[in-house]
């Protein structure tokens, strides 16, 4: 893989594991927690969608709206399908089966549909990558079985969600060439309208959800477009069945996190899976 690209991979893991945590933290938030933070990812977008628009050479096209359009849509699933996961599970059990479900099913399209051809390393390593997953996602259990299923069809759930974004994004800012900062930006605000109407019904519960969990709103708000923007440009110069596996470093931040600041179960096993996550990344790196 590039190296600019896999830097802005691996910066992005960071960012992404960061803005987990702090959503795990806030339970019960659902919809409305995620139109609060959609709505500060909305406005702090807003100036930099007014000048990518202003020195992008090629002016805006209606394909641009419709690829906002979509992923608006499929990250509104995601986020709810997300924070509902957190409510009735661990994060050591839902963020790594998201992770690695995504990317799976990413290379997996990529290949066979898109007719990628990432090399013998770049898939031997992507596996590694979804193996330790599968390892992490093993341990971490409170030991309440219904509270496990849960968190593993909910961690599928969203891992499927996050490849049908993943693709479509790939698709959007290559494909048609929308311009990253303009296709984010746009989504967000899509996002935030989305969700509106839930919000306007529930206003109390925002008022709470901003008085109490203000921090955490601001974390994910901000964290979730600086993460995800260096994703789309990385999209821009590596192959998707490339950038989507080497995103899952974030398990190994969110593993550690779950350990030490949860303080969630079973650590032997998360950092072993871990390792064997590590070591995908550096074939992917290679590949």
Known sequence: MNTTALAMVLVAAVVHAAWNLAAKRVSGGGPRFVWLYYTVSAAAMLPAIAVALAVEPERPQWTWLLAALVTAVLHVVYGIVLQRGYEVGDLSIVYPLARGT????????????????????????????VAGVLVISLGGSTGDAHARRAGVFYGVATGTVIAAYTLWDAHSVTSLGVPPLVYFGGGAIGQSILLAPAAARGR????????????????VGFASPAGYLLVLYALRIAPVSLVAPARELSIVFGGVAAWLVLRERNAARRLAGSLVVLAGIAAIAVA
């Open 102 to 129: 995504g990317p799976l099913v990413s290379v997996l399209v990529a290949v066979l549909v898109l007719g990628e051809r990432p090399g013998v390393l770049g898939l031997v390593g992507a596996f590694l990558v």
């Open 204 to 219: 109390s519960e925002v008022k709470r959800l901003w008085r109490d969990h203000r921090r955490e709103v601001l974390i």
